[in-house]
């Protein structure tokens, strides 16, 4: 079985700045692409950010430049450092990792259980 724990989300002014964690424990074989997605209230899941094992990046357009992913192969863990944040950064903030528990070959995505992230004006 394995866990997702998230950590660091609260209350920010806008142009603050926050840092997301996200570690995984449990029976893990090998971790793929790590990331973020984010849902504002009322609103659908939109993916914020993803890193492969690789360490490529990817970023939705509307956090390029203020968001940083990365990850810590050795802790499991992903991060999201968000600067300049803005009202509009405002949602739950869901980690996932795509991982493989065994050999098989087959990779499940797991999901955190989301933390909660408020930009005030």
């Known amino acids: 079985q394995v866990q997702l724990v998230e950590s660091g989300g609260g209350l920010v002014q806008a142009g603050g700045s926050l840092r997301l964690s996200c570690a995984a424990s449990g029976s893990i074989f090998s971790i793929n692409v790590m990331g973020w997605y984010r849902q504002a209230l009322g609103k659908q899941r939109d993916l914020v950010a993803t890193?492969?094992?690789?360490?490529?990046?990817n970023y939705a357009d509307s956090v390029k430049g203020r968001f940083t992913v990365s990850r810590d192969n050795a802790k499991n863990t992903v991060y999201l450092q968000m600067n300049s944040l803005k009202p509009e950064d405002t949602a739950v903030y869901y980690c996932?990792?795509?991982?493989?528990?065994?050999?098989?070959?087959?990779?499940?995505?797991?999901w955190g259980q989301g933390t909660q992230v408020t930009v005030s004006s």
């Open positions: 890193i492969t094992s690789g360490t490529s990046t």
């Open positions: 996932y990792f795509n991982l493989r528990t065994d050999d098989s070959g087959r990779s499940y995505r797991y």
